[in-house]
């Protein structure tokens, strides 16, 4: 399974591409992060439309997994972090990807084994799981940790499902 994992952000967007076999290991295959600082607010929104869309297109994903807003101290922050993360969605919801949403919490505890991992933690704990040789920047290491959770949610769903079969 091919999962695409992003953390969306109006300045930067990570976004990190594994995959999960049926054992449950995983293959890092690609990672970035699209920098649309230095744009007008409206043409960074429709460069992460547009450069996610590529990437879709490139690595041909077959799920998709972003992060949750968390609740923001500034409200116009939060409104901008919205719409880059809408503009994400609608990008991966155009490529017909099925989308799951993941708190920050999850995806932490999902990825480092506890919910309030630093980012340097993330970022090592990432490396080391996806064996690469250095530490992803911190917004990738966000979208690969975000793609980790969903391979791990999606094998204790497939554990699962013969039990409510029944």
């Given at each position: 399974m091919r999962i695409i994992g992003i953390d969306p952000g109006s300045l930067r967007t990570g976004y990190g591409i594994i995959?999960?076999?049926?054992?449950?290991?995983?293959?890092?295959?690609?990672?970035?992060?699209?920098?649309v600082s230095g744009q007008?607010?409206?043409?960074?929104?429709?460069?992460?439309?547009?450069?996610?869309k590529q990437i879709i297109g490139t690595y041909h994903p077959e799920e998709a997994a972003i992060e949750q807003?968390?609740?923001?101290?500034?409200?116009?922050?939060?409104?901008?972090?919205?719409?880059?993360?809408?503009?994400?969605?609608?990008?991966?919801?155009?490529?017909?990807?099925p989308v799951e949403e993941y708190t920050a919490l999850q995806i932490k505890k999902?990825?480092?084994g506890g919910g309030h991992?630093?980012?340097?933690?993330?970022?090592?704990?990432?490396?080391?799981?996806?064996k690469l040789s250095e530490n992803p920047?911190?917004?990738?290491?966000?979208?690969?940790?975000?793609?980790?959770?969903h391979a791990h949610h999606g094998r204790t769903r497939q554990r699962?499902?013969?039990?409510?079969?029944r």
């Open positions: 995959e999960s076999d049926a054992a449950g290991e995983l293959r890092h295959v690609a990672h970035g992060c699209l920098n007008p607010f409206l043409e960074r929104i429709g460069a992460i439309y547009r450069e996610l807003v968390f609740m923001a101290r500034n409200a116009d922050s939060a409104l901008k972090l919205g719409q880059a993360r809408g503009a994400a969605l609608v990008a991966l919801l155009e490529a017909g990807l999902a990825a480092v991992a630093a980012k340097e933690q993330v970022q090592s704990m990432v490396r080391w799981l996806l920047q911190a917004d990738a290491a966000d979208a690969l940790a975000c793609a980790i959770c699962w499902q013969p039990a409510v079969s």
